[in-house]
Nanobody, 125 residues
């Protein structure tokens, strides 16, 4: 049974940092692309970042480039999202996803088959 568990969310002031974790069980993340999405109230789920399988690179939404960094820890079967210089507009529930359909866009939620339950990030003074 595949399970993705996000953690690391919380309340942070503008300009602060958080590191989100996506830990997997029953599924080798290193062999698959893993993406982070976010969804704010009343808005559609949007792609934030994606890390390809093995050494196939990373992608970022324009809104987070230079501030967010995605990485993976193979022994821990975990993918991280380091978020720096956080802004109020980064406030959302953040989800990790994997099992990307071959040839699909990383920033389309429908491209991914397995999802975590989400972790809330609130950026506010």
């Amino acid at each position: 049974q595949v399970q993705l568990v996000e953690s690391g969310g919380g309340l942070v002031q503008p300009g602060g940092s958080l590191r989100l974790s996506c830990a997997a069980s029953g599924y080798p993340l290193d062999n698959h692309a893993v993406a982070w999405f976010r969804q704010a109230p009343g808005k559609e789920r949007e792609g934030v970042s994606c890390i390809g399988s093995s050494a196939s690179g990373t992608s970022y939404a324009d809104s987070v480039k230079g501030r967010f960094t995605i990485s993976r820890d193979k022994p821990k079967n975990t993918v991280y999202l380091q978020m720096n210089s956080l802004k109020p507009e980064d406030t959302a529930a953040y989800y990790c996803a994997t099992d990307q359909a071959y040839g699909s866009r990383w920033d389309f939620p429908q491209s991914f088959g397995f999802w975590g339950q989400g972790t809330q990030v609130t950026v506010s003074s």
